[in-house]
């Protein structure tokens, strides 16, 4: 199902993490740049501080993200494993990403990006967090995170693809299905007509 935000600002309300798991290491890093404005003067569910203190590392770039790992938290949450390289291409093509890492493991165990037209338009693509991590608040935090940077640089049209089991999840965050009746649509080869 396409969802879509279109967002003057977040109204983001007060939670806490809520526990700390673990995990193990396999550092492999890549450098891209992704540019995303810290957003210091909003208030999030769970503030940058109140992550660190937590053991969670936010990050806003893809500097120091291990592809691998990325990959494994895909497969681990029931996406398709994906070429490695294709990702890395992906993520160039990124305008904006958020990622948290564990530090006692310095793995990564959430992860969000938009791509779009850096003005009008922003598509959230890969929203996830390591199954062992989830539940604690870091799917809200990078989602939170996510959308203020689109609408600090001025983009408002926000939409996404959600499973029907996560609907429940995003609408909280803004979003809400087939605003002023669109519909989004999908192309699909196998249904094309000859
Ligand atoms: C969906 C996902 C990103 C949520 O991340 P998370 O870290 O587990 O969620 P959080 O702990 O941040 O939850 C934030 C809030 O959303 C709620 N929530 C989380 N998952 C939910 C779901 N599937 N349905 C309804 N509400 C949900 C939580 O109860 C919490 O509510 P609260 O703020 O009132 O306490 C994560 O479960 C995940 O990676 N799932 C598998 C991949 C996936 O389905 N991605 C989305 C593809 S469309």
Redesign the pocket.
């Known amino acids: 199902m396409l969802f879509r935000a279109t967002i003057s600002r977040t109204p983001f ?1 007060a ?1 806490t993490l809520r526990l700390g798991p673990t995990a193990a290491l396999h550092p492999r890093s890549l450098a891209v740049s992704a540019s995303a404005a810290p957003a210091a003067a909003t208030s999030f ?1 769970i503030s940058d501080a109140g992550l660190e203190s937590r053991g969670f590392i936010l990050h806003r770039t893809v500097c120091g993200l291990n592809l691998d790992q990325l990959n494994t938290i895909f497969v681990a ?3 398709p494993k994906r070429d490695p390289d294709k990702i890395r291409i992906a993520l160039e093509n990124t305008d904006s990403l958020i990622w948290i890492q564990y530090e006692k493991t310095q793995k990564p165990v ?1 992860f969000a990006r938009a791509t779009g037209d850096g003005v009008f338009n922003a598509i959230i693509w890969d ?3 390591d ?1 062992s ?9 990078v989602m939170e995170r996510l959308i203020d940077d689109l609408v600090e640089r001025g983009i408002t049209n926000v939409a ?4 029907p ?5 995003y609408r ?1 965050l803004g979003f809400v299905a087939d605003p002023d009746g669109i519909r989004g649509m999908v192309y699909s080869r196998k249904q094309k007509k000859k």
Do not use: D, N
């Open positions: 309300s939670a569910s949450v029931g996406f959430a929203v996830v967090v199954p991590f989830q539940g604690i608040g870091l799917g809200k935090a996404l693809y959600s499973e089991r996560v609907l429940g999840f909280p």
